[in-house]
């Protein structure tokens, strides 16, 4: 099986169902115009669904969750809000060492570092090389400045949300999108 000049999104889920890789590892209808550069790396990918196929070629996907009010949510939510508010989440995508986040754009460190580590998320793994994943953030960074920023429908969570998409084929927890009410 080869990709069509075009890079077609039905073209590449083609060859990934050939090659027995899951559609989801490679998000192409809404990254389709990274289906190319994903096609090159596919002969290389295993099925991402199995563990056995797992080994240290690929990276793991770890969401990286931090409480933006340091507990206080939990502690005063009811009484101010009226409603149970257990954290106010900040994520961030750790893989290839790095953190991958979105504050006033997108950027990465070692560690967000700015407070502790509420929770850590493991999403799975991916076999996409760190160039085509800097190819994707270059193609998605101006959705996520400064100006695009929005705390409801734009915000880190969201960016974690795409990353999650592209990487591991997985969606972040619905209870990191929204605010958790209970």
Same mark, same amino acid.
Request: net charge negative.
């Given at each position: 099986?080869?990709?069509?000049?075009?890079?077609?999104?039905?073209?590449? +889920?083609?060859?990934?169902?050939?090659?027995?890789? !899951? !559609?989801?590892?490679?998000?192409?209808?809404?990254?389709?115009?990274?289906?190319?550069?994903?096609?090159?790396?596919?002969?290389?990918?295993?099925?991402?669904?199995?563990?056995?196929?797992?080994?240290?070629?690929?990276?793991?996907?770890? &969401?990286? /969750?931090?409480?933006?009010?340091?507990?206080?949510?939990?502690?005063?939510?009811?009484?101010? &809000?009226?409603?149970?508010?257990?954290?106010?989440?900040?994520?961030?995508? @750790? /893989?290839?060492?790095?953190?991958? @986040?979105?504050?006033? +754009?997108?950027?990465?460190?070692?560690?967000?570092?700015?407070?502790?580590?509420?929770?850590?998320?493991?999403?799975?793994?991916?076999?996409?090389?760190?160039?085509?994943?800097?190819?994707?953030?270059?193609?998605?960074?101006?959705?996520?400045?400064?100006?695009?920023?929005?705390?409801?429908?734009?915000?880190?969570?969201?960016?974690?949300?795409?990353?999650?998409?592209? &990487?591991? +084929?997985?969606?972040?927890?619905?209870?990191?999108?929204?605010?958790? &009410?209970?």
């Amino acid at each position: 099986s080869s990709v069509s000049a075009d890079g077609s999104a039905m073209a590449v +889920g083609n060859l990934l169902k050939s090659r027995g890789l !899951r !559609r989801a590892a490679f998000p192409t209808q809404r990254f389709g115009h990274f289906a190319k550069a994903l096609a090159r790396h596919v002969t290389t990918a295993r099925r991402f669904d199995d563990p056995r196929n797992m080994d240290d070629a690929e990276e793991k996907v770890v &969401l990286r /969750v931090y409480d933006l009010s340091n507990g206080m949510a939990r502690a005063m939510s009811q009484q101010f &809000l009226g409603i149970q508010v257990d954290i106010v989440p900040h994520t961030g995508v @750790f /893989v290839y060492e790095r953190e991958w @986040f979105f504050s006033g +754009g997108i950027q990465s460190a070692p560690s967000w570092g700015m407070m502790p580590v509420h929770e850590e998320i493991v999403l799975g793994q991916t076999g996409v090389p760190l160039e085509i994943f800097a190819e994707f953030l270059d193609g998605i960074r101006d959705q996520y400045t400064a100006d695009t920023y929005n705390l409801v429908t734009n915000n880190c969570n969201h960016f974690s949300n795409a990353v999650a998409e592209f &990487l591991a +084929g997985v969606q972040v927890p619905e209870r990191i999108l929204t605010l958790t &009410l209970t």
